[in-house]
Every structure is written in C-alpha cells, then in structure tokens.
C-alpha cells in the first residue's frame, strides 16, 4: 500500500523552488560571501521539507487509523444480524 500524494503539481513546484533555493544557498557560499545566509537558507529548506514530509506521514496514519476504525466491525460473507423471532 502506497502514499496516496494529492495534488502531485503542488509537490514538484514545492520541490523545484526548494532546489533553487539550495542551488542559491551553494552559489552563495561558494563565493564565500554572506555563508551566514546560505547556513540559514539550507537549514530552513532541510527543516520545512522533514516537516512537511512528517505531516504527511502523520496524515496517511490517521487516515489509515479512520479506514481501520470504519471497517472493524465489517464481516464479509456473514450476516451480522441475525434473526431469532419465532417463525410462524
């Protein structure tokens, strides 16, 4: 069972700007200018993308968790209430 990933568009943009911003982040302590901000920028790149990836993680679980809570009580092939009146 894999990660259902809505919105697929929404992930490539949010990861084509997060790989700008690294490549800027290289660029600016390359030239060894401002490596303060460059430090910043990737260390807030890395933070936001485990965020983001532990949210969803977080959200397939619960999601899973109310799928499970759903279909406990779920028998297949077996009537689940069964009828004891008296037959006339």
Avoid: C
Wanted: aromatic share 12%; hydrophobic share 55%.
């Amino acid at each position: 069972m894999g990660m259902e990933l809505p919105g697929i568009q929404t992930w490539i943009v949010f990861y084509l700007i997060s790989f700008v911003v690294l490549l800027w982040a290289a660029f600016l302590s390359a030239k060894g200018i401002m490596l303060w901000v460059s430090l910043m920028l990737v260390i807030v790149i890395v933070g936001v993308n485990f965020y983001v990836v532990f949210l969803q993680i977080k959200l397939q679980a619960s999601r899973r968790q109310m799928q499970h809570d759903l279909t406990k009580d779920f028998v297949r092939g077996e009537k689940l209430v069964t009828d004891d009146r008296p037959k006339h």
